[in-house]
């Protein structure tokens, strides 16, 4: 059960995630070193850098999915190493890059298993579906019905259903077009905005990192490298990592308004 009690100060709200000194080894090599994070109730994160930087381990770290070598994970203050994992999945919402939503279902049915496994209860599927940008007649549908952008659309939906106060996803644009990434970005950022969430996003284009999140956090060979807010990155603030990878989007920002001239 969720019994151990939270560390925060009385009166202070915990930060809702927050990673103290965590290692993680895999055959003697560390997919983290001795990484420290705070996300405080409310911000938008992104996590960014390149693959194998260890964005994933950090996010299945969150949700028990992975356990650290050394250091711990809290998460609204409470280490998850102690407590039910069961009942910690219940309190994240969850967005993988492949979806994986149940494909003998439908997709109404998918978005409803969580609350009722969580729960017992069963939830507005057609609120839920319309908070997305879908409809009722998708929701009759099987997931292989419908594009990749409303099934991820739908992951979200089903993300959201058991009402988390925290969501991670894990590049869930990856496989999209750039209209449908763009679109399904704004569709989360309400999201986020409207239920007051807190929001980790991992992604690894840097143009949606800066337009999307309040907060911007590179990794680099399992380190966090550079962290700071969009403007402070655009203004060179953040440190040589960040410059290097910001230095693609500038030039084609700039290229770009050449052309329009
Ligand atoms: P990212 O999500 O940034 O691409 P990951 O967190 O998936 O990076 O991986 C970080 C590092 O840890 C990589 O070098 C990866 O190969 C390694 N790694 C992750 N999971 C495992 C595993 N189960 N076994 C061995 N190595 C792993
Ligand atoms: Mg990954």
Request: glycine share 10%; with cysteine.
């Amino acid at each position: 059960m969720w019994t151990d009690a939270p560390r925060a100060t009385p009166g202070q709200a915990a930060p809702a995630l927050r990673f103290e000194q965590v290692t993680r080894r895999h055959d003697g090599v560390s997919a983290l070193d001795a990484v420290s994070l705070q996300v405080e109730s409310g911000v938008f994160v992104a996590l960014v850098g390149p693959s194998g930087s260890g964005k994933s381990t950090l996010l299945r770290l969150a949700n028990r999915l992975d356990r650290p070598d050394e250091g711990c994970v809290l998460v609204e203050g409470r280490d998850v190493a102690h407590g039910d994992p069961v009942q910690l999945r219940r309190r994240i919402g969850y967005v993988f890059q492949n979806v994986g939503l149940f494909p003998h279902m439908s997709v109404a049915e998918n978005i409803a298993i969580g609350p009722r496994v969580a729960h017992g209860g069963d939830i507005d599927v057609a609120t839920a579906l319309e908070e997305v940008g879908l409809t009722a007649e998708h929701g009759a549908r099987r997931p292989a019905q419908l594009s990749g952008g409303q099934q991820q659309r739908v992951g979200i939906a089903r993300a959201l259903a058991i009402r988390p106060r925290l969501l991670l996803l894990d590049e869930p644009f990856g496989a999209l077009d750039p209209v449908t990434r763009d679109q399904l970005g704004h569709t989360l950022r309400r999201l986020h905005d409207s239920r007051g969430l807190t929001t980790v996003l991992v992604t690894h284009d840097m143009n949606e990192a800066l337009l999307l999140a309040d907060r911007v956090v590179m990794m680099n060979q399992g380190r966090i490298v550079a962290d700071a807010t969009p403007r402070e990155m655009l203004h060179g603030l953040a440190g040589a990592e960040a410059d290097t990878l910001l230095a693609i989007p500038r030039a084609q920002a700039a290229r770009l308004a050449e052309l329009a001239q």
